[in-house]
C-alpha cells in the first residue's frame, strides 16, 4: 500500500515510523510534513488544511490510503471529501470529530447520555456568562473557549478577577477568533489525568495502552499550558479496574452515543480523563491521536498498524487481537526557548545523524526544517527523544541520556516527566 500520512508533528513521525514496520505498506509520502519526517517519508509542501490541494496530491499521487492525523482537517471534513472521491482514508468525518471541534457538543453529548464529566453550564453572551460567575462560590472554575484553539483554549480560574477576565479576552477581545463566540464553564475536577487512545470502527472500541502527559511548560508542573512536554507510557494509576469502569461508563456509552445521534466515529478517539474521588469523568475528547501521546503508546505496539487501520476502515475491528509489549515508554519534548509563547525558527540543531536520529533512543521530529543535511528549528516543539525499557525508570534514563546529546540555542525541556504527577 502507498500511504499518505496528512499533518507535520512528532505524531505523524510515529504514526509513519510504526506504519513502515509492516512490509504491506511499501511506500509512505508526507504533506506537509518536517525535517525529520522527510529521512523517513517524501514530504510534499501542501498544508494540512489545504483540503483541495490536499485531496489533488493524493489523487495525483495515486495512494492507497490518506491517514489524516491533525484537528483541523478533520473538522473542516477532509475525510468526507477524500471518501466522496473514492479514496481510502482513515479518520472521523467532520460530524464526528465535532466531539473535539466543539466543546458544547462534547458536553451536551454526556450529559443526554449520562457520561461522567464535570458540571457545566454554556455561554453566548458574555454579560450572562459575568452575571454567572459573580455568583459562584466555587475556585477554581474553568472557562473553555467552544472550537479549536492549538489545545490553549482553557483558563482555569483561580478566583472571580481572573474568571472576568478570561471571559473578557474570549468573548470580547477574541484572542481564539471565532472559537470563543461560546464558552463552556465548568466545574473544576481534581485527581491524577490520564490519556487513553482508542481505536473503534463506530461500534466496536479497542483501548490502547494508557499514557500520562506533561502539560505545563516548566518543572513541578509550573508554568503555561502546551500542547505536551512529555509522556510516558503505562500510566501509574489506571489500573485494571479503572480500565474497566472507563470501558463501562464512558467508552462504550461514548461510541454508542455517536451513534445513536447519527455521527458514527471511526478513527482515533482519545479519551482525556480525569480520576476523581467519585471515579474517572471526561475532561475532553479528542478526535484523534495525541502529541505526545502516540510517540509513547505505539512503540509498545505489536500488532502491525496497518492491520488495525485496515480494520477500523473495514468496520471488522472486533475480528482482530490487538497485541502490546509489557515495556514502558519515555518520551521527553525537547522546545524552543519561549514556548509555548513567542520564540525563534531557524536555530542549528546540533547532535543528530544525517537521518535525525541519535544512537540509544528515538527522535521524532517535531518542529524541525532540513537543509543542505543540517537541521535546524522550525517550531515550538522541537524533537521527542523517545526511549522503551523493562520499568519506566530504564525507559526515561534511556530518553534523558539522549536528551543530553542534542543541543541548539535556547533549548529547554522538562527534567521531572515521569517523576511528577
Ligand atoms: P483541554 O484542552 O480540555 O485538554 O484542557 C487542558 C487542560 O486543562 C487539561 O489537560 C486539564 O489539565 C485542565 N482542565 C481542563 N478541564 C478541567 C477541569 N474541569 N478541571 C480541572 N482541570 C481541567
Ligand atoms: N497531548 C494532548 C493532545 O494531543 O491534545
Redesign the pocket.
Known sequence: MKVLMVGSGGREHALIRSLKKSDKVTEIICAPGNGGISCDAKCFPVSANDIDSIVALAKEQGVDLVFVAPDDPLAMGLVDRLEAEGIRVFGPKANAAVIESSKVFSKNLMKKYNIPT?AYEVFDDAALALEYVKKQTKYPT?I?ADGLAL?K??I?APNIQSAEAAIYSIMEDKVFGESGSRIVI????EGP?VSVLTFTDGVTIKPMVSSLDH?RALDGNRGL?TGGMGTISPNPFYDDETAQICMEKIYLPTINAMKTENRPFKGCLYF?L?LTKDGPKV??YNARFGDPETQVVLPRLKTPLIEIINAVIDEKLSEIRIEWLDDACACVIIASGGYPEKYIKGLPVFGLNKYGQIDGATVYHAGTGLENGRFYTNGGRVLGVTACGKTLNEALERAYSGVNKIAFEKAFYRKDIGKVI
Open positions: 464535570a474553568v473553555k489545545g483554549g482553557v482555569i465548568e466545574e473544576f475536577l489525568e502539560k499550558n482525556g480525569m475532561i475532553e
